[in-house]
């Protein structure tokens, strides 16, 4: 089994920073891509960014400039810096990995429980 336990969210301010850690633990052997989504009262769960082990990094249109995504391979871990905060950020995010927990097994999809980012005055 693989948990995923994220980090970081909470209330902030239009314009302010939050930076979120994502730590993966348990039957590990390769971590692919790490992901963050995030998904806002009312609407469907989208990709807010992702990153390869080999660190390529894909970002969704409306954080591009304001969002960096990033992972320490040797901790497991993978970080959502966001800043310049908007309050269509507003959503719960939830961190996601592609995990092969021994050499021979499938790589499988793994979440996190979420972690609320709530921007507002």
């Known amino acids: 089994q693989v948990q995923l336990v994220e980090s970081g969210g909470g209330l902030v301010q239009p314009g302010g920073s939050l930076r979120l850690s994502c730590a993966a633990s348990?039957?590990?052997?390769?971590?692919?891509?790490m992901g963050w989504y995030r998904q806002a009262p009312g609407k469907q769960r989208e990709l807010v960014a992702s990153?390869?082990?080999?660190?390529?990094?894909n970002y969704v249109e409306s954080v591009k400039g304001r969002v960096t995504i990033s992972r320490d391979n040797a901790k497991n871990t993978a970080y959502l810096q966001m800043n310049s905060l908007k309050p269509e950020d507003t959503a719960v995010y939830y961190c996601?990995?592609?995990?092969?927990?021994?050499?021979?097994?499938?790589?499988?999809?793994?979440w996190g429980q979420g972690t609320q980012v709530t921007v507002s005055s």
């Open positions: 990153i390869t082990s080999g660190a390529i990094t």
């Open positions: 348990g039957s590990i052997f390769t971590i692919y891509t």
């Open positions: 996601n990995a592609n995990v092969r927990a021994c050499g021979v097994c499938p790589v499988r999809d793994y």
